[in-house]
Structure formats: structure tokens, C-alpha cells
């Protein structure tokens, strides 16, 4: 069946191939890939493909994409996607890498931060991660701000480390470690 999660308000799950529209329509949306712009597809095609490669990992015996559509429990509308990649396998657990991104007019609301601390939670207790790693350009704020609210340690600033819109721009590096999330939840 795949991995359903909830929220108070949001519905987490496995892309599939029906989610094609939405995907396209939030992966080569020109605003929304703005910071993403390495990711950013350019045709239907494209996204089909990118898509694809979500779809047949998630049966994997060894699964390393964990890519997962964004709905509004009430309406089951198409809000975004977030998700992780495992870049390593370890005798601690898995290291992944996490990213998310909304459709513009979801912004603001605090959808992705209660759907990342849902899915931060399924990749702690249910999917043997033991560190979450993300980042982003300095001058995406609202993307810190949401690591900030869901519990990461800010590790590391880069400057003038990517380039981006035709400038080299600072890059922040964030992590969160089951035990440090584990903690802090005793604290909420």
C-alpha cells in the first residue's frame, strides 16, 4: 500500500503515478523551484521521469527515496511534496538527506513545518534513520525558519558557495540527530 502518515490537518503519502499533474505543475513551477533550481524540471517528460524514479524505489528491498505528496486532509488538496534520500547506510542507521517545497499559495500557513516534524518522525521511530541533514541558501528565510521550529542545529555556513541567479551565494547546513529530536520532544 505504501506509507500514509497524518497530521492534525494534512494527509502524507507515497507519490504516484496519478500525482503526475501536480508534480509537474510544483517541479517546474519557476517561483516555487526558485532556491531548487538544480531539481527544476523543464517538460512534462522530465517530471514523469523524476517521478518514475520515486515510484519504482519505494518497492526496493533497499529503499533509498522516500518522497511523499502533501494533501489537505479535508479537501484533499494538492498542497506539496517533501521527502528524503538516504545517502548511507550505517551500523547507527540510515543518513538521509531532506528537502520539501510547497505550492506558493499554501506559503505561509505552516504546512511543511507540521508535515516535516510528521515525517521526521516516521524516519526516527519507523524507518531507521539516526541523522537528517538539510540546507539552503542564506536568503531563503522561510525555509531556515522552518528547520529552526522543527528542533535542527544549524552546522555550518558556507559562503559564497553556490551559485544561484548569477551571483555566489552562502549556503546553511542543518542537521538533527534522533537522539537531539528524541530529547527534545521530552520537552515539549
Known amino acids: 500500500m505504501g506509507i500514509i502518515l497524518h497530521t492534525e490537518r494534512l494527509i502524507i503519502r507515497d507519490l504516484i503515478i496519478d500525482d503526475l499533474k501536480d508534480h509537474h505543475e ?16 523543464n ?28 494533501e489537505e486532509k ?26 520539501y517545497f510547497i505550492k506558493e499559495k499554501h506559503w505561509n500557513k505552516g504546512y511543511v513545518t507540521e508535515a516535516l516534524k510528521r515525517v521526521i518522525q516516521f524516519a526516527f521511530e519507523e524507518g531507521g534513520v539516526y541523522r537528517i541533514s538539510t540546507g539552503c541558501l542564506k536568503d531563503n528565510y522561510g525555509s531556515e525558519r522552518v528547520m ?32 537531539e529530536w ?3 520532544r521530552l520537552h515539549e
Do not use: W
Not at 517546474?28 to 531539481?39: A, E, G
Open 26 to 41: 510544483l517541479i517546474s513551477n519557476d517561483k516555487v523551484m526558485y532556491f531548487l533550481q538544480d531539481i527544476k524540471t
Open 43 to 70: 517538460s512534462v517528460q522530465e517530471s514523469k521521469e523524476n517521478l518514475l524514479m520515486a515510484i519504482n524505489d519505494k518497492n526496493s528491498n533497499d529503499r533509498k527515496y522516500y518522497f511523499f505528496l502533501i
Open 74 to 99: 479535508s479537501t484533499n488538496e494538492f498542497i506539496g511534496e517533501m521527502g528524503y534520500t538516504v545517502t548511507q547506510n550505517t551500523d547507527f542507521g540510515k543518513l538521509v538527506h531532506m528537502g
Open 148 to 179: 529552526q521550529k522543527c528542533g535542527y542545529t544549524k552546522e555550518a555556513e558556507f559562503k559564497e558557495y553556490v551559485f544561484h541567479d548569477g551571483k555566489l551565494k552562502d549556503r546553511l547546513e542543518y542537521r538533527l540527530l534522533k537522539h
Open 182 to 184: 528524541a530529547r527534545g
